[in-house]
């Protein structure tokens, strides 16, 4: 199975802040990466898929790069409502395995 | 509108079964393949099952191989979860999601409690 190790776990930042979340494949991916973003007691949302293309309704301040084993997840201006806990996932091959999660916290 | 939406979420005895169901609308259900995400409190998302687009060929974590099995009623555009020796572990909020490219529509959740 593919593991996903994402980092930080836990991130403290201010409004208007630029940050940065990594995830590490322990084999090669491609570009077969999403990023999903969760808040408390709800279902997570989908941010980016393949790596760098941005989800449907997903603010452009949201961006993913990466390929092959490395990617990041970068918001360009923090704003209130990014407060959240975010995921990445690979869908290179079963079973799709998620990173342990980055929970995003005001600082 | 497109929808997902869970039901069938309860509290179990070890050992136990339970069907989880997911009414999908407003896309062509037979088109996508779906998958089973489930919570744990407190934790991390996993990925527990999947089905793809016709014929529809399944797949399943290896934490729930052979308890578990995933099926779809296209004329009903219903996904299915059928668990069988429950454990304790398998205690959880249990998503269900279509997938294109990226799970990029998730239900709302039914919760699955084994316990005792």
């Known amino acids: 199975d593919i593991q996903m190790t994402q980092s930080p776990s836990t991130l403290s930042a201010s409004v208007g802040d630029r940050v940065t979340i990594t995830c590490r494949a322990s084999?090669?991916?491609?570009?077969?990466l999403a990023w999903y973003q969760q808040k408390p007691g709800k279902a997570p949302k989908l941010l980016i898929y393949?790596?760098?293309s941005l989800g449907s309704g997903v603010p452009a301040r949201f961006s993913g790069s990466g390929s092959g084993t490395e990617f990041t997840l970068t918001i360009s201006s923090l704003q209130p409502d990014d407060f959240a806990t975010y995921y990445c996932?690979?869908?290179?091959?079963?079973?799709?395995?998620f990173g342990q999660g980055t929970k995003l916290e005001i600082k | 509108e497109v929808q997902l939406l869970e039901s069938g979420g309860g509290l179990v005895q070890p050992g136990g079964s339970l069907r989880l169901s997911c009414a999908a609308s407003?896309?062509?259900?037979?088109?996508?393949?779906m998958s089973w995400v489930r919570q744990a409190p407190g934790r991390g998302l996993e990925w527990v099952s999947a089905?793809?687009?016709?014929?529809?060929?399944?797949y399943y974590a290896d934490s729930v191989k052979g308890r578990f099995t995933i099926s779809r009623d296209t004329s009903k555009t219903t996904l299915y979860l059928q668990m069988n020796s429950l454990k304790a572990e398998d205690t959880a909020v249990y998503y269900c999601?279509?997938?294109?490219?990226?799970?990029?529509?998730w239900g709302q959740g039914t919760m699955v409690t084994v316990s005792s």
């Open positions: 089905i793809s687009g016709s014929p529809g060929s399944t």
């Open positions: 996932q690979q869908r290179d091959s079963y079973p799709y395995t």
């Open positions: 084999q090669s991916i491609s570009t077969w």
């Open positions: 999601a279509k997938d294109f490219f990226a799970f990029d529509i």
């Open positions: 407003g896309f062509t259900f037979s088109s996508y393949a």
């Open positions: 393949k790596a760098s």
